[in-house]
C-alpha cells in the first residue's frame, strides 16, 4: 500500500499563488507515475497535471498549462503542485494520486489522497 497526504491548499485572491504537496509513505518502490486531479461541485474528477517519478515526463491539460508546474523530490517522497494565475475555474478539491503503470490522464490510478480545498476568488 501506499499512503498520500497532501497540503498546501487555502483561499488565495484570483491571480495569486498556492502550493500544493502530497507526501507519499509505505511501499514507495511501486510508484511509477504521480498525478494531480480536480473536482469541482457537481462535476466529474478532472486531470490536471502528471509526471513520470524516475523518468522525465511530465504531463499537463490544456486548462492549466503555462500556469501549473508540477515536479517532485524523490528523496523527499513528496509531490508538488505550484499553481499561477489562479482563476475562480481553479476551485476545487484537489487530489493527488499515484500508479503502478505509465496511467496519465486517466483516473485509473492506485492509491489516491484525501483531497485538499483550493479557492480562488474573484
Known amino acids: 500500500q501506499v499512503q498520500l497526504v497532501e497540503s498546501g491548499g487555502g483561499l488565495v485572491q484570483a491571480g495569486g499563488s498556492l502550493r500544493l504537496s502530497c507526501a507519499a509513505s509505505g511501499r514507495t518502490f511501486e510508484i511509477y507515475t504521480m498525478g494531480w486531479f480536480r473536482q469541482a461541485p457537481g462535476k466529474e474528477r478532472e486531470f490536471v497535471a502528471a509526471?513520470?517519478?524516475?523518468?522525465?515526463?511530465?504531463y499537463y491539460a490544456d486548462s492549466v498549462k503555462g500556469r501549473f508546474t508540477i515536479s517532485r523530490d524523490n528523496a523527499k517522497n513528496t509531490l508538488y503542485l505550484q499553481m499561477n494565475s489562479l482563476k475562480p475555474d481553479d476551485t476545487a478539491v484537489y487530489y493527488c494520486a499515484a500508479a503502478r503503470t505509465a496511467v496519465v490522464t486517466t483516473t485509473s490510478y492506485d492509491y489516491w489522497g484525501q483531497g485538499t480545498q483550493v479557492t480562488a476568488s474573484s
Open positions: 509526471i513520470s517519478w524516475r523518468g522525465r515526463g511530465s
